[in-house]
């Protein structure tokens, strides 16, 4: 009996860890070839030993260049764009312009960078997945996280408007949009490094893990041809909204 992604050539952003890492092995293990990127090209390789049939490609997703010289010609039928960052918790009014444009670059510009590169092929071969990696950030602002936010409502635009614009391609488009997902190095970068600060964000929360959404994300794409699971949000059970969270006491 076939894996339920046997044949399929995958290319997965951010892969050197979390939420990448996650999707990479079970896009593997449901027996996809893997491209694995993320500028991080140690990591990339030591995860591509770990995995049957996967490429290690170091490559920064804001570099549009780049992403049209590395990814244009690869013939990949499920992309997972996931690559994405926050930096800092503070009011817009004590931001940092460079740090703002880092996030924006990095959320905004890498999507539509990679995407393009890819969309192409994808169109000509007539079939295949796009699935950008969103956040709850991207349905209900929260303070402290303004550019943060406005970043992953532009990922949901820009899901919505592929699927408008490619009706009838072949092609299949979801966002996958997590709340709070621990295990990852998503809050220790936003804290610029503090420790203490990145693990008071998951104290007292059973949070989701990337293995929870790298399983979500695999059911999705292995749904049958006419079936196209478009928006698929998932919370932690303890977690309400962006701002409501119950935490265990002690």
């Known amino acids: ?43 990339l390789q030591e995860l591509a030993r770990e995995l049957p049939k996967a490429h290690a490609l170091s490559l920064d997703v804001a570099d549009a260049a780049a992403a049209e010289r590395e990814l244009a010609d690869l013939p990949i039928d499920l992309l997972v764009d996931n690559a994405g960052l926050a930096l800092g918790v503070e009011k817009l009014s004590a931001g940092d ?43 209900q602002v929260y303070p402290g996280g303004g550019v943060y936010c406005a970043s992953k409502h532009a990922v949901r635009a820009i899901y919505e408007a592929l699927r408008l614009e490619n009706l009838g391609s072949g092609l299949r488009f979801l966002t996958l949009d997590p709340g709070m997902v621990g295990s990852t190095e998503f809050s220790q970068i936003r804290m610029r ?30 749904r049958p041809a006419h079936v196209n699971v478009g928006e698929l949000v998932i919370w932690a059970s303890a977690q309400a909204s962006t701002t409501q969270v119950h935490r265990r006491p002690g």
Do not use: C
């Open 1 to 43: 009996m076939k894996s339920p992604l046997h044949g399929r050539r995958a290319l997965v952003t951010g892969a050197s860890a979390g939420i990448g890492a996650a999707t990479a092995r079970a896009l593997a293990g449901a027996g996809a070839e893997v491209w694995l990127v993320a500028r991080r090209a140690e990591r």
């Open 97 to 139: 312009p460079a740090e703002w444009s880092r996030v924006i670059d990095t959320n905004v510009k890498g999507v539509l960078n990679v995407t393009r590169a890819l969309l192409p092929g994808m169109l000509r071969r007539g079939h295949g997945d796009v699935v950008l990696i969103g956040s709850v950030a991207g349905r």
């Open 193 to 222: 490094g503090d420790a203490a600060k990145a693990a008071a964000v998951y104290q007292g929360v059973d949070a989701l893990t990337p293995e929870d959404i790298a399983e979500a994300l695999l059911w999705a794409v292995t």
